[in-house]
């Protein structure tokens, strides 16, 4: 084989290691101009070494170094996110829960409206209630409700819930339904 083919392979395969390289060390786009000057050599020794007596090899080669460039970047890409640098590097996504981070505050305080509770401080118009044996934050429509007062939750604001004076409805009396009188004890024979 002729020496001007093996310096062609070679820096080829050197241009697409410092390409490789390029990826996982920050270098400010120096190992980027060092590929790109390398791969042109390669294609000259490549020319010098196929361009006149075999241009089938030479267009070969060149079709080689186009396709593999991005297949060695699309490579490296798919392999930088795995290694413990690029790890470092590229963060993950946030999850939807770092996203809001107070989410599951925010659910407990929701399932608290159309609950009833008491004012513990009054309301002027913020201030504490308890719903459920819980102290939590608390803003009136605009009314002053007193210590010890009955609110309802109707609604959650960011952090704190709205509340206005109301009373718990009356616990359902449970009423045993007496027997209708209308109703017979003994069976009426068929005939």
């Not at 020496?3 to 070679?10: G, P, R, T």
């Not at 089938?56 to 060149?62: D, E, L, M």
């Not at 989410?103 to 118009?125: C, F, M, N, S, W």
Request: hydrophobic fraction near 45%; charge should be negative; glycine fraction near 8%.
């Amino acid at each position: 084989m002729d020496s001007n083919a093996v310096f062609a392979i070679l820096l080829l395969f050197v241009g697409i290691g410092i390409l490789t390289a390029e990826v996982f060390i920050p270098s400010g786009g120096l190992l980027g101009v060092c590929t790109f000057l390398t791969l042109i050599v390669s294609i000259v020794f490549a020319y010098r070494a196929w361009g006149t007596t075999n241009p089938n090899i030479f267009w070969a080669f060149c079709f080689s170094l186009l396709l593999a460039v991005p297949t060695v970047l699309s490579f490296a890409f798919y392999i930088l996110p795995r290694t413990p640098m690029g790890k470092r590097v590229l963060l993950e996504a946030p999850s939807l829960e770092q996203l809001t981070p107070f989410a599951k505050e925010t659910r407990h305080l929701v399932d608290l409206v159309g609950q009833y509770g008491h004012a513990i401080t009054p309301l002027t118009p913020g201030g504490l209630i308890s719903v459920n044996g819980e102290r939590l934050h608390a803003i009136s429509d605009g009314l002053v409700i007193e210590a010890g007062q009955s609110v309802e939750v109707i609604e959650v604001r960011g952090s704190r819930l709205r509340v206005r004076p109301g009373e718990p409805p009356p616990p359902d009396e449970v009423t045993e339904n007496p027997e209708p009188s209308s109703r017979l004890d003994f069976e009426i024979p068929q005939s």
